[in-house]
């Protein structure tokens, strides 16, 4: 650089620190055992709008990083305690969960290359050696924990998104993708258990003349409240779906093929006693079991012997319970 060029870098340099200073929003975990040094630090690190906890020894930072949620580890490589800066990063970065992937800047007295090389070794995200210029720290710091930011947020919305693909907008009950991924291990784990389980296929009896004598809406609204009422209709642990359009799923486990047809003619009478959405409404039932743990069933098949039961409720005349 020529001289100009410098001074320019300058004011660049510290617009952008300014900038670096007021815009850092998350916590920090401090370790740093000199404590005039962690108060300097701390000072520092507050000055750019982080929130920071400190701690002279990584014993008492490990306790509050477990139940703390934090956006950046820094700490000190030589430390008084029992557990030393190494021993620390390792210890994280064991954890495996999304925890142990935090961020983590070194601070190290020594700045030799096997030093720098056995810190990357072990996890450490970037350092730097003593002493400190804040600017560069902050720097530094400051994309480690924008990036960690981000991944956690794709990491959130990824979790939204794979929950969302499994429910049924309309009544948010599971849907046929839940069914698909959910049926196959909770019949694995009746065979596991050698517990029976039963599948009801439940459909709404002429449905069809709701949307077309009181409209679209008020036959949303009739699955909807349907939906509400399956849902605390049945035992913790049972299932309930949204098939597809008014038919619905029910999985019961720890049930035999006697307690559920039992059960399911109440729950029959209660349904058609009950209005749903205002508009008196019926439903059928057909069921199938899994009983016979020599053999294997797989869901399709467990679902076609209930749909065919369901088939021969219509054909006697609706409103009524087959197995
Ligand atoms: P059945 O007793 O034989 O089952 O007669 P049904 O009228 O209930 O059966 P059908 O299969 O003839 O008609 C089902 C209707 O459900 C047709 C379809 O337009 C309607 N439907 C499917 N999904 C929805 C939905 O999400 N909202 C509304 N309002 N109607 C739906
Ligand atoms: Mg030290
Ligand atoms: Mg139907
Ligand atoms: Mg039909
Ligand atoms: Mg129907």
């Given amino acids: ?12 340099i510290a617009r952008y620190a300014n900038f670096v200073k007021a815009n850092l929003v998350g916590r920090a975990l401090l370790i740093e055992d000199s404590s005039s040094q962690q108060q300097w630090l701390k000072a520092q690190l507050e ?9 002279l020894t990584a014993e008492e930072a490990m306790d509050a990083f477990m139940h703390v949620q934090y956006d950046i580890v820094i700490t000190d490589m030589i430390l008084a305690g029992k557990m030393s800066g190494l021993h620390l990063v390792r210890t994280i970065r064991r954890l495996g969960s999304e925890k142990g992937l935090i961020p983590i800047f070194a601070i190290t007295a020594y700045d030799e290359i096997s030093r720098r090389i056995e810190l990357f070794q072990v996890g450490v995200s970037d350092y730097m050696a003593k002493p400190i210029n804040p600017e560069e720290l902050l720097f530094r710091i400051s994309s480690l924990i924008k990036a960690y930011q981000i991944h ?5 919305e990824r979790k939204m998104l794979q929950e969302m693909a499994l429910l049924d907008p309309l009544t948010h009950l599971y849907n046929r993708a839940a069914l698909n ?11 596991r258990e050698q517990t029976p389980v039963c599948l009801v296929v439940m ?4 449905f069809k003349r709701i949307n077309d004598e009181c409209g679209h809406d008020q036959g949303d609204q009739v699955l909807i409240e349907t939906a509400n009422w399956l849902r605390n209709a049945f035992r913790k642990g049972d299932l309930v779906f949204r098939w597809g359009g008014e038919e619905f799923v029910i999985f019961l486990h720890k049930c035999t ?9 109440k729950q029959k009478d209660r349904f058609s006693k009950r209005q749903m959405a ?5 439903a059928s039932f057909g069921i199938s079991s899994y009983a016979n743990f020599q053999t294997e069933i797989c869901h399709e098949n467990l679902f076609k012997q209930a749909d065919k039961a369901l088939y021969k409720a219509k054909q ?8």
């Fill in 316 to 323: 006697s005349g609706r409103n009524c319970v087959v197995c």
């Fill in 152 to 156: 956690h947020e794709l990491i959130n």
């Fill in 181 to 191: 991924q959910l049926l196959p291990k909770a019949i694995a784990n009746a065979k």
């Fill in 278 to 282: 205002n508009y008196p409404i019926t």
């Fill in 203 to 206: 459909d709404l009896d002429f």
């Fill in 47 to 55: 000055c750019s709008g982080l929130e920071v906890d400190a701690f």
């Fill in 257 to 265: 093929l006697n307690e559920a047809k039992e059960l399911m003619e």
């Fill in 1 to 12: 650089y020529n001289k100009n060029e410098f001074a320019q870098f300058q004011t660049y």
